[in-house]
Structure formats: C-alpha cells, structure tokens
C-alpha cells in the first residue's frame, strides 16, 4: 500500500506542500482520536458561544479550529489561516509559502448523534509580504494548489487534490499514516441520486423548484427515469457519496434569509470541494457561473452550490437558464 507521503512524491509534489499536508493530516488524525473518544472526552454539545457567522459554536467546532490553529501556525510553512470560526484571518509565519482555509468541523449537528463529521481544507500559496490581511484570502477557487477533506466515519477518509486527480486515502490506524486505495476518483456523468434539504423547499426559488418537481415525478415524468434522495446533514459526506458512486448535490439560495446568498461558505466549503469534484471530472456551480471563477469579496462569503455528476448538474442549470 502507497502512504500519503510516498505518493505525494511520485507526482512530484513540492516537498513544502508535501510536508504542510502531512501537519495537516496529522492534525485531523488526532481530531479522529479525540471524535473515537467522544462523549468520554467531555467534548460533546455547545461551546455556548456563537461565531462570527451568527451559528453556535459546539465545543468541537472550538477545539478542532485551535488544533488546527495551532498545528499549522508551527510548521513554518503558513503565513497566515482563515477559518469558519474565526472572525479574521490570523498571521502565523512570515516565511511561510501557504494560506491555508478551513471549516475545521464540517457537519457540526451530526457531532452529538454519532453521525459524519469531516475537515475542509484549502491551500492557496502566500502573497509575497511579511503581514497578511482578510483581503490576501480573496482568491478564486482556480488558484487553489491543493484541496481536500477527512472525513470521520466507519473509516477515516482523506480525499485529496493537488491538481493531479482526485485521490482517496484510508487511515490504517495500526501504522498512524494515510495510505491510497481510491487513486484518480471519476463520478459517472448521469446519476439517479439527489442530496438537497428538502424541508426549505417552500423557499426556493422558481427554477430549483421546477427541478426537483421533474426529478420526483420519476419515470413517467420529463427526465424518464426514477431518483433517489439522500441528505447527510454534512456536506463532507454528501460529497464523499457523490465522488464514490455519482449524484448530485445542492444548497440553493433560498428566500428564508433572502439577505443570505446561500447558506454554504466559498472559502471553506464549495472551493475545496468544487476543486476535489472537478478534478474528479464532476461539476460545481452556483445557479449561475463556476464556483472555482467566482472572485470571493469577503472571506466568510456564502454562496448557492449546484455539484456533482456532469450532466446532472448542466441539466439543473439548464433550469436556471429556462425559467
Ligand atoms: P457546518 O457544520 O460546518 O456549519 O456545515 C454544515 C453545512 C453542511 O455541511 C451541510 O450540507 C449543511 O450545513 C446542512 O444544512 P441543514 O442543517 O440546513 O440541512
Ligand atoms: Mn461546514
Ligand atoms: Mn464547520
């Protein structure tokens, strides 16, 4: 079995990123070890704050973002982190080669039932200046040089891109490291599977529910064949579903918070998973343009997110086009 390393190595991999990816995955091996532990560590519920998001923090969302912090802000490797949880980005290392993003626990409501639970993450190189600002994070997803997530489930999950393919990666505990067993990840183009909430849908817009309207009229209905749904409550494992067997998955715009564009954030979430889907030879869009083309103008900025199976998701923003 190839270990992360080795195969980083093999693509010829800068040997710095190589390195800032092995601190990051160690860092989530020890977030697995403490989630294996869970309600015995005394880490489970509400931190009884909020983030600077407005959404109350559980006591892993706190602890997994300072272990991250603080793993990272080591290495000598980052010049500076943003995260979902923190109001500004923070300076690390003014040598540092990298920016690093992440929603260090994505999934937060499935912590207390047991259920998916993951790390995002996204890996810009370093503008060169000795400080950064929340603006030096403002970048499109196309200039990311490596994304990924770990996924906490039966199995902990690594799925990565570094711009060469979509590679999956198990943790084999017994040895503490990461080794390939999915290399070069392709979702099939056509798909009967679907992840949305449908609970908002009194709150879509037009084109979304005219969508999945035709997508439960089945087989006698306009797309001629019959679709499963499914919905994790965790994009970590929506996606990881998706990038297993196809699908496609969306959290629209919705008129609940119609001052909201969407409730998933670009920095955390649809880059680092639009990247890890695309290299995939999948699709990710909001109802209007290319997820990795959008120019961020605020680093907690939220967006729609259409992804998944190509051709499932043109055909959804054919909708989009239509109506
Ligand atoms: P987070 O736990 O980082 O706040 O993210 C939760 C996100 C995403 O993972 C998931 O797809 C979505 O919120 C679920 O939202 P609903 O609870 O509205 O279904
Ligand atoms: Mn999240
Ligand atoms: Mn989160």
Redesign the pocket.
Known sequence: MTQLSEHLLKQNTAPELSRLLGHITDCCTQIAKLLHHGPMNDILGMAGAENVQG?DQKKL?VISNDMLKEALAKTGLVKGIAS?EEEHCVSCHEDGEFLVLF?P?????NIDINSL?GTIFSIYSAPEKSSIEDADFLRPGHEQVAAGYVLYGPSVILTLTTGQGTQMYMLDQTIGEYVLYQANVEIPRETQEFAI?A??QRHWAAPMQAYIADLLKGKTGPRGKNFNMR??????G?VHRILCRGGIFT?PWDKKNPDKPG??RLM??ANPMGFLVEQAGGKAFTDKARILDIQPDNIHQRVPVILGSADEVKTCIQYHKDI
């Open positions: 959404e969302d979902e929603d626990l994505d999934g937060s409501s639970v909430n609970s908002n919905w994790v409550a965790a994009m970590v929506d959290y409730k998933l955390y979430e």
